[in-house]
């Protein structure tokens, strides 16, 4: 299936990937397959800021599928669909 992944500030993973918005075919079923891939193919710099020490998406970022869907941390098994667009993005907070 084909997966747009953007990322939405991350000026550092921009960078590293040479785009704001990437596509992906993809093999995995879930959210968490998709991070594991794009940080497995972008390499270790990408990984580290993706991931955390355990291997799981890093606690400052957040994730929408089809800018409609909020996925949580603890609903990475969400499922994927051909076509959708997962957006990874940093978080913010302040006042």
Do not use: C
Not at 14 to 31: A, C, I, L, P
Not at 51 to 80: A, F, Y
Request: hydrophobic letters at 40%; charged letters at 25%.
């Amino acid at each position: 299936m084909k997966v747009t992944v953007e990322f939405l500030s991350l000026p550092n993973v921009v960078k590293m990937v040479g785009s704001k918005r990437v596509t992906f075919d993809f093999s995995g079923t879930t959210v968490n397959d998709l991070v594991h891939e794009v940080a497995g193919h972008y390499g270790e710099r990408v990984q580290k800021f993706l991931l955390d020490e355990s291997g799981k998406l890093d606690m400052s970022l957040s994730l929408t599928v089809n800018q409609q869907e909020w996925i949580r941390h603890n609903q990475m098994d969400r499922p994927l669909r051909d076509g959708d667009k997962v957006t990874i993005m940093m978080l913010v907070a302040g006042g």
